[in-house]
């Protein structure tokens, strides 16, 4: 039987995921990813979804490859699915809660801050609509970071964002913002807590690991954490 997952205990600075979980990018993958393997007869499922989720873009091409066992190289897979997602990054729209949720924090003075798989480009590209949004934070740890040489479900980018707080953050006291299982074993396996807010046709056994699962930043109770509630 796994191991119950302990309550939740104050924290003091917030790392938030990107894709998926501030923006509503997943979407945008998957019409994308589905029109390339659909050429060859193949389906992008929630299943090889689940697997890529929050890793970086050459991991996570070779993954749906191997899966689906599609007849091209990552690198061309990565470039048609580039292509094609410029056009549409720049619709992303915030996911619902999220607005009110930064905003109340950056109003309270909480640390906060962005740790996102995304390269620099495609954040760019993500984010435009969105740039002063995305000032309310106090910094943005990118997929392509030097400090960050191994994508999630290892630790690299929530260690680097932590250490990036002035002072830096202790890891106990981080709270990371998660949709994606690699996400949320990156996580806990930094030492931090982790709030999930899963697609729901994300399979159950995927979000057991989290401290919290909501079914949107909507449902957020600040005070759960030690933080302030919303009025």
């Not at 997943?26 to 979804?49: A, D, M, N, P």
Request: charged fraction near 25%; aromatic fraction near 8%.
């Amino acid at each position: 039987m796994a191991a119950p997952v302990p309550s939740p205990r104050p924290v003091t600075h917030l790392l938030f995921d990107m894709d998926g979980l501030l923006l509503d990018t997943e979407r945008l993958y998957s019409v994308v990813f589905q029109e390339i393997c659909g050429r060859y007869g193949k389906t992008y499922s929630w299943e090889v979804k689940s697997l890529v989720m929050g890793k970086k873009a050459q991991e996570a091409a070779q993954i749906i490859i191997d899966e689906l066992q599609l007849p091209m190289s990552k690198e061309a897979l990565v470039e048609e699915s580039q292509e094609r997602l410029k056009e549409l990054f720049p619709t992303a729209a915030l996911m619902p809660g999220v607005d009110r949720l930064i905003r109340h924090l950056r109003e309270h003075r909480v640390p906060m801050a962005v740790a996102t798989s995304s390269g620099s480009a495609s954040f760019q590209m993500k984010t435009s609509r969105h740039r002063e949004f995305f000032g309310l934070f106090d910094h943005i740890v990118l997929g392509d970071d030097p400090e960050v040489s191994r994508g999630k479900p290892d630790p690299d980018i929530f260690l680097a964002c932590a250490k990036r707080f002035s002072p830096p953050a202790p890891l106990e006291k981080c709270l990371v913002f998660e949709d994606a299982p690699n996400g949320v074993e990156a996580a806990l396996a930094a030492g931090m807590q982790v709030v999930m807010v899963p697609d729901g046709r994300l399979r159950r056994d995927l979000t057991t690991k989290a401290t919290v699962v909501l079914a949107s930043l909507q449902d957020f109770q600040p005070e759960l954490f030690g933080l302030p509630p919303f009025e």
